[in-house]
């Protein structure tokens, strides 16, 4: 079955560092990816969507960027934090049904 | 942007009782899905209603789907403490159908 992974669980980064998030796909090839963010107490954003290598839509502006170098693998950057930028972020793959990561818990010091 | 909004964004009711939330949403949909988040972590996917369907059970849970209102509820009986979480409606998700969340119901169940 599909899944994937994606870490760190919790991260705490201080304004101004740079931020790399990646997840990991596995058990299945060419699925859509999908970076979502959450502030606290919040719904889930739409940050960005991908259908393949090097495509990726933004959906919101903001401080981060995403990319896809491999097709099982979709990053999350940014060059440097905000404390905006706190929040609870998800890796979603969708093939057929969709499935998540674990998420990462992002604390911007 | 958000297609489904849901409310009330937060519930809080007695153990035992019966909890509702209501989800809707913009445009035509093939189907619906319900998700659980349990503090702030990983979503568990609970219900998914087809746009042909009206309802549908799965243990304690109950969805209805009204595609002519643009609308769904999600109905949880008998409620637990371990029901405590919110609940994300989601459209899309499938083929090319970008997945997209509602804002979510914050659901406590005072024990």
């Known amino acids: 079955s599909q899944t994937i992974h994606q870490w760190p669980a919790t991260l705490v980064q201080p304004v101004g560092s740079p931020l790399s998030l990646e997840c990991t796909v596995e058990?299945?090839?060419?699925?859509?990816l999908y970076w979502y963010r959450q502030a606290a107490g919040r719904g889930l954003q739409l940050l960005f969507y991908s259908i393949g290598i090097d495509q990726i839509s933004s959906e919101v502006p903001q401080n981060l960027s995403a990319s896809r170098p491999q097709d099982r693998q979709f990053i999350l950057s940014s060059k440097k934090l905000l404390l905006s930028d706190s929040g609870f972020y998800l890796c979603?793959?969708?093939?057929?049904?969709?499935?998540f990561g674990q998420g990462t818990r992002l604390t911007v010091v | 942007s958000q297609q489904g909004e849901e409310d009330p964004q937060a519930l809080s009711i007695q153990e035992g009782e019966n909890a509702t939330m209501n989800c809707s949403y913009k445009?035509?949909?093939?189907?619906l899905q319900w998700y659980r988040q349990n503090s702030g972590r990983g979503l568990v996917h609970l219900i998914l209603?087809?746009?042909?369907?009206r309802e549908k059970h799965s243990g304690r849970l109950r969805v209805t789907l009204d595609t002519s209102k643009k609308s769904s509820s999600l109905l949880i009986t008998a409620s637990r403490a371990a029901d405590t979480a919110s609940y994300f409606c989601?459209?899309?998700?499938?083929?090319?159908?970008?997945?997209?969340f509602g804002t979510g119901t914050r659901l406590t169940i005072i024990p």
């Open positions: 209603i087809r746009s042909n369907e």
């Open positions: 445009t035509s949909i093939n189907n």
């Open positions: 058990g299945t090839s060419n699925p859509n």
């Open positions: 979603v793959g969708q093939l057929g049904e969709a499935f």
């Open positions: 989601a459209t899309g998700g499938f083929g090319n159908e970008k997945l997209t």
